[in-house]
């Protein structure tokens, strides 16, 4: 019986607006620098399905961000939705990000600029950031 519930639960988190929010801006971070590479896109996928994105149709919402993200002027369409999630979700979200950014090696001023503006518009601890821009940087070693 209960059984019944979780997965109209799982089902509409998979459907949740805010997974495509999280898709245009995960891929805004990607694109931010001109070079929208695979390792960043599969940096992206695995960011959505951890947040409970569906599997099978990740390519799915994958190009529908593309398109959604690609029409947008402002990230401030995507932070609307995922500034309310929650804080665990938020950091999944944030080590995507940075993940994104140092999967060259390196972080352009641009880059560094975008994660100290999600910071606040995320409602998110400088210090949380920075610890998880730590964590990541040192997996990249």
């Not at 399905?49 to 149709?57: L, R, T, W």
Request: charged share 40%.
């Amino acid at each position: 019986m209960f059984n019944i519930f979780k997965k109209e639960e799982t089902k509409k988190k998979d459907n949740h607006p805010s997974i495509t929010a999280v898709a245009c801006l995960l891929i805004h971070s990607a694109r931010i620098d001109e070079n929208y590479t695979d390792k960043e896109k599969k940096i992206i996928k695995g960011a959505i399905i951890k947040m409970g994105g569906d599997a099978k149709n990740i390519d799915k919402i994958v190009q529908d961000a593309e398109e959604k993200e690609k029409d947008s002027n402002q990230i401030l369409d995507f932070t609307r939705e995922i500034k309310n999630i929650n804080e665990e979700d938020k950091k999944i979200i944030i080590e995507a990000l940075w993940d994104i950014i140092y999967s060259d090696e390196d972080a352009d001023m641009y880059e560094t600029n975008l994660m100290r503006r999600l910071s606040g518009l995320l409602y998110l601890d400088p210090k949380v950031m920075g610890d998880i821009k730590e964590k990541v940087r040192q997996k990249q070693k």
